[in-house]
Structure formats: C-alpha cells, structure tokens
C-alpha cells in the first residue's frame, strides 16, 4: 500500500488549504484513515479520521476548522483547512489502519502558516 500526499505549501494566517493523498487500494476498503501532523521536537498526532462506513472525528484543536473527506472512485483522501492559524504549521502525513491493527503513514507534506 502506497500513501501519497501532496498539496502543502505557505499560507498565510487565516487562509485555507487542501491536502490530497492518493491510496492504491480501496480506500472504502480500509478500516479507519485520516491525517496526522508532526512538528520538531514533537510527537506525530492524528488529527482527524473517518471510517470505513463513514464517521469522522477531530481532535479538539481543528475541530470547525478541518474537514476530512474522501472520494471512493478515486480512492483518494482529502483534508480541506480553513481559518488556519500559524500553530497549524506542521509536516502532515496520510494515515491508514487497517483491521490487523497495523498501521501506515504516507510522505509527509509540509504545511507552513505564517505572514
């Protein structure tokens, strides 16, 4: 399984952003994936997942402000970010789990929030 995000790049406090990440299987397929972050000196936390019937969570920090979707048929991820504010700067990975327990990060993509 391959896990490919692009779409990170400078913005500017306030703006939005939307990262994709390619999967190479069914994505509908696959138990739970989302997106983490990571910056230096810090641990890599998910930031939100959806299901594979559906159901989304966010951590309480993007919450109202990230919205994860996904397209079946493309088998493709998406994180759509507004209202982003410079703490939101961070390498973001594509995430998956699979039913095992076993789980995956794709190549990260740098987001960067700052004027």
């Known amino acids: 399984v391959q896990l490919q995000a692009s779409g990170g790049g400078y913005v500017q406090p306030g703006g939005s952003m939307r990262l994709s990440c390619a999967f190479s299987?069914?994505?509908?397929?696959?138990?739970?994936v989302g997106w983490s972050r990571q910056t230096p000196g810090k641990s890599r936390d998910l930031v939100t997942t959806?299901?594979?019937?559906?159901?989304?969570s966010y951590a309480p920090s993007v919450r109202g402000r990230f919205t994860i979707s996904r397209d079946i048929r493309e088998n493709t991820l998406y994180l759509q970010m507004d209202s982003l504010k410079p703490e939101d700067t961070a390498v973001y990975y594509c995430?998956?789990?699979?039913?095992?327990?076993?789980?995956?990060w794709g190549q990260g993509t740098l987001v960067t929030v700052s004027s």
């Open positions: 995430y998956q789990r699979d039913r095992y327990g076993i789980e995956k």
């Open positions: 299987e069914d994505i509908s397929a696959i138990n739970l």
């Open positions: 959806i299901t594979s019937g559906g159901s989304t």
